[in-house]
C-alpha cells in the first residue's frame, strides 16, 4: 500500500507541475484571442483524448513534459491551392466544412475546382462548378475535413502572429509564471504545514570539541552570542562563530527553561569550529509568517537553482552531476517517504526548477521564444516563422538526446549501486 502511495505522488508531482505550466500558455493564449488547438500532457502516442468547444485535451504516453499547440504559432499543416478539388457543405451561402477528399460521399455538398482562395483575411472560396464560377463566404470556425480528421480553420486574427508582441510573450512567459506562482504557494503552505522556525537547538556536539569542553548538550537551546540575540537565524550564529576563531565567546542558551552563560573558545579549523550540529525549533506558523518564510525559501531556492545553472553553463559539472527522469522519480520517491511537508517542499523545487528551465535561452524552450519575440520587437518584423520552427526542432532534438545519455548514465548508476 505504501509503495502505491508513493508512486501516486510521484505522478501526482509531475501531472500538476506540468498541467500548471501548460495551464498558463493555455489561459493567456486565450485571453488574446489566439485558436489553442491542442492542450498536451505528455509526448508521443495518445492515451487519452477529446474535444471540448475549439480545442482537443490529449494525455499522451511519455510524461516528460506538454504543449499547447496555437494556431499560426508554427506553420499550418493543412494548406489548399488554386485547382485542388474540393467538396463544400453549407449554411445558406456560408461554408461550414471543407471536404478534401471522398468527393462522392458528398451527396449534401457542393463540389468543384477552387479558382480562388483565402482563409487567413477575406474568408471565401471561388469554385469552378463545371464552368460556372461561384464564390461562397467562409465561417469564422468552419472545418477542413480530410479522411474523417477535422481541423478548424484560423482566420488571420484568431493567429498567434497576429497578436502584439507584449500579448505573445505574455502567453508564452504564463507558463514558467505559473511555476513561480505554485512554488510559492508549496513554500507557504510547508510553512504552515510544519511551521516556521523560531529558535536554533543544539542536535548533538561532538566529543572532545569546544561545545563539549564548555559543557554545551544536546537540546540546548541558544538565545544569544556575545550579546547578539540569535532567535532563528543560524547563519547569523554561524557568522559569529567564524569571526571568533580562537576568541572567547559568551553563550547564553536556555535548558529546562533556565538560562545558563557559557563560554565556548571556537578553534582554528576551516574557517573556526565548536563542534556543534544545530537544528531548528519550529513554531506554529501565522499568515504572515507563512508568506515571509515561504517568500524567503523561494528566495533561496533560486539563488541555489541559478548558481547550478552557471556550473552548468561554464562546464563545472560532470555527467554523474545531472539527473534525468530516473533519478528524479528516486529522488521523489526518497521524498514522499520522509512524510507530507517533506514532499511537499520538493513539487515546490521542482515547480520552481520547471519554471527557470523553461526561461533559459535554449532552443526549444519557452526561454529562445522570448528571444525571437524580443528579436521582433527590436527589429519591427518577425523572424521567418519556418526558419524559427528549425531552430525549435533543432533544439527539441538535443534536449531529447542528452535526456536519452542522461537517463542512460542514470539506469547504469542504478545497476552499478
Do not use: C
Amino acid at each position: 500500500m505504501a509503495t502505491l502511495q508513493i508512486a501516486f505522488q510521484i505522478v501526482l508531482l509531475f501531472f500538476v507541475l506540468v498541467t500548471i505550466h501548460e495551464w498558463g500558455h493555455f489561459y493567456f493564449a486565450k485571453r488574446a484571442g489566439i485558436l489553442v488547438r491542442e492542450f498536451a500532457i505528455g509526448f508521443g502516442p495518445k492515451l487519452l483524448s477529446f474535444k471540448k468547444g475549439e480545442t482537443r485535451y490529449t494525455l499522451r504516453l511519455l510524461p516528460i513534459g506538454g504543449f499547447v499547440r496555437m494556431a499560426g504559432e508554427d506553420p499550418e499543416i493543412v494548406q489548399i491551392n488554386p485547382g485542388q478539388r474540393l467538396a463544400l457543405a453549407l449554411n445558406g451561402n456560408e461554408v461550414t466544412h471543407i471536404y478534401l477528399n471522398d468527393f462522392d460521399d458528398r451527396s449534401d455538398s457542393v463540389v468543384g475546382i477552387v479558382e480562388d482562395i483565402d482563409l487567413e483575411r477575406r474568408l471565401f472560396i471561388k469554385l469552378d462548378m463545371d464552368g460556372e464560377i461561384k464564390q461562397f463566404s467562409v465561417h469564422p470556425q468552419a472545418m477542413m475535413v480530410s479522411k474523417d480528421k477535422e481541423t478548424q480553420i484560423a482566420p488571420w486574427d484568431r493567429q498567434f502572429g497576429s497578436k502584439t508582441v507584449g500579448q505573445r510573450a505574455m502567453s508564452i512567459f504564463a507558463g514558467p509564471l505559473m511555476n513561480f506562482i505554485l512554488a510559492l504557494v508549496l513554500f507557504i503552505t510547508v510553512a504552515f504545514m510544519a511551521g516556521v522556525p523560531d529558535k536554533v537547538k543544539i542536535q548533538s556536539t561532538v566529543a572532545g570539541s569546544p561545545a563539549e569542553k564548555a559543557g554545551l548538550v544536546a537540546n540546548d537551546i541558544i538565545i544569544s552570542v556575545n550579546n547578539e540575540p540569535i532567535g532563528s537565524d543560524r547563519n547569523k550564529l554561524t557568522s559569529l562563530i567564524k569571526q571568533s576563531v580562537n576568541k572567547q565567546m559568551i553563550w547564553i542558551i536556555e535548558r529546562n527553561k533556565e538560562q545558563i552563560r557559557k563560554e565556548v573558545t571556537p578553534e582554528d579549523k576551516g574557517g573556526g569550529l565548536v563542534g556543534v550540529s544545530l537544528i531548528s525549533e519550529n513554531r506554529k506558523a501565522s499568515f504572515t509568517d507563512a508568506v515571509s518564510n515561504g517568500w524567503s525559501s523561494l528566495s533561496a531556492a533560486t539563488v541555489s537553482i541559478l548558481d547550478s545553472f552557471g556550473k552548468l553553463v561554464t562546464l563545472q559539472v560532470k555527467m554523474d552531476d545531472l539527473g534525468g527522469p530516473v533519478r528524479i522519480v528516486e529522488f521523489t520517491s526518497e521524498q514522499a517517504s520522509a512524510g507530507l511537508p517533506q514532499y511537499t517542499f520538493w513539487a515546490a523545487i521542482m515547480s520552481l526548477y520547471l519554471g527557470m528551465f523553461n526561461l533559459l535561452p535554449f532552443p526549444a524552450l519557452d526561454g529562445s521564444r522570448l528571444v525571437f519575440l524580443g528579436f521582433e520587437a527590436l527589429r519591427g518584423k518577425p523572424v521567418d516563422p519556418g526558419r524559427e520552427s528549425i531552430v525549435h526542432f533543432v533544439g527539441f532534438a538535443m534536449l531529447m538526446l542528452l535526456m536519452i545519455a542522461v537517463t542512460y548514465n542514470d539506469i547504469l548508476r542504478l545497476i552499478k549501486g
